[in-house]
């Protein structure tokens, strides 16, 4: 199946919902011109549906490979990496000290968009590396910096994050991997890692020289959960006096995981320190290091929210191909009794219909985002807690349309669909990670509920809210569900438990990001004028946003609904 | 995994929304006594869960295997096959003149819903053959019963449908297999059938002494489309003098699918006539074939259905162990900072609390539908057509919410649901099938809209709904849901156009199975006093009607929302 990268509607969504004109008028950004958008836009789509997009089938198939400690990629897929560092797609945002094009974070988000949507499994091998270099980054010395940021910024290097540990999901703070200081010798003032990690994403591959590995772990007489943690970085070969990869450390990929889906991309059980010889150096503080990982959380989970949108688009593409293309039945009640083109059979269309405000409406939230994010980078306060209230609902929501989107895919094929050669069965396989790693969607609605609620007395809530509302007054349907949407936001600052906020996460956080989402279209209908975009538009507002405020009661409806049957009568 | 079969609730929604006790007043039914319904559940619920839940894994890791034209299925299958046959769980509902027990369907439903939750992908293979006996009972020569009938109740024999061809999918009228009268010779009176069939399933397999092929084709010179189609009985094995397979007929299946579930299922390529020597009898009248084929369809979705009640009960089970026996992070706010079971969280407690009422409402509109099935049976002409105004509803609701319960069933697991290993994963592959087969589910709301709305002028549905309205006053939510339901069935039997009626169709039917399955609900939770059952039925009520009634502006936005956007603008 084929891709075209849809750089119409990613230019209109940086433009209107990212608003980067406005944001290149910072010094800072200023490079992000016009041109340079449509440059990159258009780049990376001529790249990632030359390049990446025809791997895809064949990740799927054939899989990463684990033999021995070493994890082979499907064929094809160290070459194209390489093409991808050679062509500096990785750089995008990186800081420009080292070697990075100090863009927006906006237009790294659509390169990731882009590759994700051509290849969602190859595509978190970049991911990961983003979340390295921007730990090191914000937290690392100047020596570290140095060291790690110029060779992960190019690619040549890639990242990975080590938080889970299996007693350690969700609840990060009750891993047990040790960390215990090098007093003497060569190693002296680092660590030596001890400890295993698991559902480590490329944790060990075969396309870049050297992998650096970010590992929370625990040094002596570290206060117990998450208050006692530290980051390290522990590359996979020790670097030389030229800081060239050297040694190997003391780090083994011991299995990887067999998967419903993403199989080009080896989730690893890593082990440190089978032989006592894994050494790490602390990045920042000591015990600093959930709050270090909390930095590279945001994108981390921008870019996962993202996946959602991307495996919509690549389902939506391609059922929308098979629509056109299957021939069957005559439209119902017409006089022409000739077979037509399925997608002129209303339910077909209405799920290419309901696939499209789904994948165009989930676009539409994440780049507005990411214009939040690169506000905030600028220095707009507001921008910035905007942009982390926005965060969770980014995430839970594209990844949960992710899913809905391909498994419409599947439909619309009818039995095709579920015949694995067709491919459609592999975007329902692949989405269904997205809901659940960097932070289950339910942790995520925690976030937002309990945390990103809290900002500002549940103001910075109220203020987006109000804005959509008032923007949207001639659209009664998303003005209704924003004004749903602050009233629950008011209960749950305000009278509602803790539980009950609890209770009401999920719901609560669809609400919020279909009510975002259909502003978001709203603007880019108006903006662009197009008729594609308003009657998507109008799709979205009709059929969608009522879906989310049937959510209303589920919202509201509290703990006590949820603990009324006890435990042992739910789960025996 | 084990497997608790869900005995008691099954008994409550056979007692209580299919009333067996009232079907069992009539002479023909007198056997289905309190003590027959008890013995027949708990008896498949001891045989589904020793024998072929054990077998559910292997299943789909082995799968079916096709070699040269031989389909074995896996390990223990046969053997566990055998001992269905040898039980004779096949025979609950068959005909008592061919060695069947006469029991009500409803009976017949309990079994096929227990094997199914078991082992989905092999009960596929009774399930076919209860198909191709009602279309022999209904539509076959005494002869034809006789030769064919007993051994399929037994279960010796299997059976198998076939309809779709490569072009010919929801539109069965484009089928293009031929079947040419024999004038001379040992076959005179008999057909000679050629063409090929797709997506048979079990259209071959080596647990069954023989295979009895259903086969839909066209006589010379037959009309085109629907209204030209006959229907063949078609056996794998010629029968001897004494009824007993002989020679093999000329019917070969070429090859299987691979596919994204199901896969102790052989999904079979069937080719008949290849040397021209494929011999077939005619069942029914020329021409007749459709309607023959109608025959088997209600029964057939009924127990597809089913089937989404059954993975989502597997998936129910299999997550409420997990969340059991999972321990992560304390409760939030708690000044207990032990970790507890995640069946403690809300959002875990939500997921889990609605997995089970999405599994217990569709449950109560089984058997809600199947009670009326068998009134019908009893000459009860309201109950006949409810009955078929349900089936849609059914269809459709039940397999959604199966891939919805599975899915959920994922996200419980956490990391752990996307790994193959836990089972997890195996019921969000298996499910997804259900919504597609036996008339995709967009072929079930365009039946509900298009002819079963026009029973009565939409009375059926009407009073339907004027019931649950009226019973339920008590219950707003529920109550409101039928009256929104019938507004929108009043709306399409009388001012939307045919479009209008199938671009709501989905939605719409949701709704109404949504209302069944809380009024059902309700009556159990009234009649059993169970607290269990009020607080699912609370929790159904309030989160799942709701949303419910959030569809009701989809199912009234009209086809002009559809088509605003046209065709190469939509689908390129």
Redesign the interface.
């Known amino acids: 199946m084929s891709f075209t990268p849809p750089t119409a509607d990613q230019i209109l969504a940086i433009k209107v919902s990212a608003g980067i004109d406005d944001i290149a008028q910072a010094e800072r950004f200023a490079a992000a011109t016009p041109d340079m958008v449509e440059a990159i836009v258009e780049g990376i789509g001529a790249f990632a549906a030359g390049e990446w997009a025809p791997l895809h089938r064949a990740g799927d198939q054939i899989g990463a490979k684990w033999k021995d400690g070493v994890v082979t990629m499907p064929p094809g897929y160290v070459a194209a990496y390489k093409d991808f560092v050679a062509q500096g797609w990785g750089s995008i945002a990186g800081p420009q000290a080292f070697g990075g094009q100090g863009l927006p974070f906006t237009l790294a988000t659509a390169v990731m968009e882009t590759l994700g949507a051509a290849n969602m499994g190859f595509t978190l091998l970049p991911i990961l590396t983003v979340g390295a270099i921007e730990a090191i980054d914000h937290h690392g010395s100047d020596a570290q910096k140095a060291l790690y940021l110029p060779k992960l910024i190019s690619g040549e290097w890639s990242g990975t994050m080590n938080l889970?540990e299996p007693?350690a999901?969700?609840?990060v703070g009750?891993l047990r991997t040790t960390a215990t200081p090098i007093v003497d010798g060569p190693h002296a003032g680092k660590y030596r890692i001890a400890g295993t990690k698991?559902?480590i994403t490329f944790g060990e591959h075969d396309g870049a020289e050297n992998i650096i590995h970010l590992v929370l772990a625990r040094t002596p007489g570290a206060p117990e959960?998450s208050r006692g943690i530290s980051l390290f970085v522990v590359p996979k070969f020790h670097l030389d006096a030229d800081g060239n990869p050297g040694e190997r450390n003391d780090v083994q990929c011991v299995s990887i995981?067999?998967?419903?889906?993403i199989h080009a991309s080896p989730t690893c059980v890593m082990s440190y320190g089978d032989n006592a010889e894994c050494i790490g150096e602390m990045i920042g503080h000591e015990n600093g290091g959930l709050r270090a990982m909390f930095t590279m959380m945001n994108s981390a989970r921008i870019n996962v929210g993202s996946q959602g949108v991307q495996i919509a688009e690549r389902a939506l593409q391609q059922a929308?191909?098979y629509?056109?293309d299957r021939?069957?039945?005559a439209r119902?009640?017409s006089p022409d009794?000739t077979?037509v083109?399925i997608?002129?059979?209303?339910?077909?269309?209405?799920?290419?219909?309901r696939m499209?405000a789904l994948t165009e409406g989930s676009r539409a939230l994440l780049y507005y985002t990411a214009g939040q994010v690169d506000r905030g980078t600028l220095g707009d306060g507001a921008a910035q807690m905007r942009a982390e209230l926005l965060v969770p609902m980014l995430k839970a929501w594209g990844t949960d349309i992710g899913?809905e989107v391909a498994?419409l895919g599947?439909?619309v094929h009818?039995?095709m669909?579920?015949?694995?050669?067709t491919g459609a069965?592999q975007h329902?396989?692949d989405a269904?990670?997205a809901?659940?790693?960097e932070g289950?969607?339910?942790i995520q609605?925690?976030d937002l509920v309990?945390r990103k609620l809290g900002y500002e007395n549940g103001g910075v809530l109220q203020a987006l809210m109000a804005q959509i509302a008032s923007e949207m007054e001639d659209v009664p349907?998303v003005a209704a569900l924003a004004k749903d949407a602050a009233a629950i936001g008011q209960w749950m600052s305000t009278t509602a438990s803790?539980?009950d906020k609890?209770?009401g996460?999920?719901p609560f956080t669809t609400m919020c990001a279909v009510a975002v989402a259909g502003w978001q279209l709203g603007r880019q209908s108006r903006a662009s004028g197009l008729?594609?975009k308003t009657?998507?538009t109008?799709?979205f507002n009709?059929?969608i946003v009522?879906?989310?405020?049937?959510?209303?009661?589920?919202a509201m409806?509290g703990?006590a609904?949820?603990?009324?049957?006890d435990?042992d009568?739910?789960?025996?």
């Open positions: 889970t007693q999901g969700s609840d009750a698991i559902y959960g995981e067999h998967k419903l889906g929308s191909a629509a056109r021939i069957q039945s119902a009640g009794k077979p083109s997608v002129e059979h209303p339910d077909v269309r209405r799920m290419l219909m499209r899913c498994s599947i439909q009818g039995g669909g579920f015949v694995e050669e069965a329902y396989r269904r990670i809901p659940i790693y289950t969607n339910g609605a925690a309990t349907e803790l539980d609890l209770a996460s999920v008729h594609a009657a998507v109008k799709f009709r059929v009522p879906e989310a405020r049937g959510l209303g009661s589920s409806s703990a609904l949820l603990y009324d049957l435990t009568a739910l789960v025996g």
